[in-house]
Nanobody, 121 residues
Framework: VQLQASGGGLAQSGGSLRLSCTASGSIFRINDIGWYRQAPGKQRESVATATGAGSTAYADSVSGRFTISRDSARNTVYLQMNSLEPGDTAVYYC????????????????WGKGTLVTVSS
């Protein structure tokens, strides 16, 4: 299984970006998903998560501005980021819990390599 994240880049304050993360390889089912970010000199933090049942959670700093979603048919998860702020500048990582085969007992967590988002003031 491999994850490919894309959609990062440079945006102006108040602008929007949409991040995508597509899983490829042997995939039977995707359960919990999440987007995390790490700013220079800071620890990685949770931005948005969603359970396989559909419950979502957002960091207070992005609540109301970011939306996490998935397209199960495409094995792709998204992070729609609106009203971007300079404080959103970071490398963003996707995380997916994947069950590779129907015969597998448990889900395994996979991380994407990260995509850089830079927001200018």
């Amino acid at each position: 299984v491999q994850l490919q994240a894309s959609g990062g880049g440079l945006a102006q304050s108040g602008g929007s970006l949409r991040l995508s993360c597509t899983a490829s390889g042997s995939i039977f089912r995707i359960n919990d998903i999440g987007w995390y970010r790490q700013a220079p000199g800071k620890q990685r933090e949770s931005v948005a998560t969603a359970t396989g049942a559909g419950s979502t959670a957002y960091a207070d700093s992005v609540s109301g501005r970011f939306t996490i979603s998935r397209d199960s048919a495409r094995n792709t998860v998204y992070l729609q980021m609106n009203s971007l702020e300079p404080g959103d500048t970071a490398v963003y990582y996707c995380y997916l819990q994947i069950r590779a085969r129907s015969s597998d007992y448990a889900f395994r967590g996979y991380w994407g390599k990260g995509t850089l988002v830079t927001v200018s003031s």
